[in-house]
Nanobody
Framework: QVQLVESGGGLVQAGGSLRLSCAAS????????IDWFRQAPGKEREFVAA????????YYAESVKGRFSISRDNAKNTVYLQMNSLKPEDTAVYYC?????????????????WGKGTLVTVSS
């Protein structure tokens, strides 16, 4: 099983940037797709972005396309979510997840591992 630990959340003004990190461990994590989901207060958790570790193929939710970028560092066993041009509506707890589904899958069903989340707050 894959273990995931997120970091990098915090408070930022609208228009600013943050970079989230997801440190992965486990014997087979490089065969997985790593996703970022987020859950805003009072809302359901939603898909943000995903990367297939073995190929680097990425996929994004329409709401973040052009503003967020997902990448991985093989040497550090870490996936990053670079978030630019942040908006107050990006405020949420951001979760890292791992699964073996197609990288374009946006539903939670089938996720095998979750991190504990990191809070991102964007002030207006």
């Amino acid at each position: 099983q894959v273990q995931l630990v997120e970091s990098g959340g915090g408070l930022v003004q609208a228009g600013g940037s943050l970079r989230l990190s997801c440190a992965a461990s486990g014997s087979t994590f490089r065969s997985y797709v790593i996703d970022w989901f987020r859950q805003a207060p009072g809302k359901e958790r939603e898909f943000v972005a995903a990367i297939k570790w073995s190929t680097g193929t990425t996929y994004y939710a329409e709401s973040v396309k052009g503003r967020f970028s997902i990448s991985r560092d093989n040497a550090k066993n870490t996936v990053y979510l670079q978030m630019n041009s942040l908006k107050p509506e990006d405020t949420a707890v951001y979760y890292c997840a791992a699964d073996r589904r197609p990288v374009t899958t946006t539903k939670e069903y089938g996720v095998e591992s979750w991190g504990k989340g990191t809070l991102v707050t964007v002030s207006s």
